[in-house]
């Protein structure tokens, strides 16, 4: 793990931030974001299929503000010292992402956390793990994808070592800065070292995709479509 003082630093969503989360959450997809990926050879940037939304309506882009948790199996003197710490440093633009190495010993999320991410300015939560206080989390219409719903507190059966670091989340490796885009299909982590390639590339399909369905829905052949856009 990095120290405190090697963490990745950057300061709250710019208003170009907020343009750029806007487009992509309006205009692309997670399966056009994809794709571009592989374009690129980042092949292996979707998260796991059982990460699930919330509500069918969750979507949302934004900078990752990472968290390690580790399981526990005793209770510590302070066991939510670093919960704290890492959620009250979130930042608005921010996605709060969770590695858990595939924990399912306890829900390291529910309705306070969320609250307290919303009112910093975090745009929604990954968590490889647990959640808890659903229909809570729903009223707050605070978006969140999870591995899976369960009552369990996290006190005495896990812990968060640390955050906004480099971490694992549902088979990806996620860096602090990196764009999170979540909707109905999944979950994508963007390198922030490819983002404005990818971006690109998407919008683009984007718009060949739109051609591509005019046209057949107008009964043109997809053998025809195809060899006059090159998407499928």
Request: proline content about 5%; overall charge negative; some cysteine.
């Amino acid at each position: 793990m990095m120290s405190h003082s090697e963490r990745v630093v950057r300061g709250p969503a710019t208003g170009a931030d907020l343009e750029l989360f806007r487009h992509i959450e309006n205009h692309l997809y997670t399966a056009v974001v994809s794709d571009s990926l592989d374009e690129l050879g980042y092949r292996d940037q979707a998260l796991r299929e059982f990460m699930r939304p919330l509500s069918p309506d969750d979507c949302f882009a934004g900078w990752a503000r990472t968290l390690a948790c580790v399981d526990t199996y005793h209770v510590p003197g302070d066991p939510y010292a670093m919960e704290i710490e890492a959620l009250d440093s979130v930042l608005p633009g921010e996605v709060v992402i969770a590695g858990t190495a595939g924990s399912v010993q306890n829900a390291p999320w529910g309705e306070l956390l969320s609250t307290s991410a919303r009112a910093r300015g975090a745009r929604g939560a990954v968590i490889d793990g647990l959640v808890r206080d659903v229909k809570k989390i729903q009223a707050l219409q605070f978006p969140v994808f999870a591995r899976g719903i369960k009552a369990v507190d996290s006190k005495g059966r896990g812990i968060i070592l640390d955050y906004n670091v480099p971490i694992d989340c549902a088979g990806v490796r996620v860096t602090p800065g990196d764009l999170v885009f979540a909707d109905y299909d999944g979950v994508v982590v963007v390198p922030a070292e490819v983002l404005p390639q990818v971006i690109q590339l998407a919008t683009e399909k984007v718009e060949k995709e739109n051609g591509s369905r005019n046209d057949l829905m107008q009964g043109a052949y997809l053998r025809d479509v195809y060899d006059k856009y090159g998407v499928l």
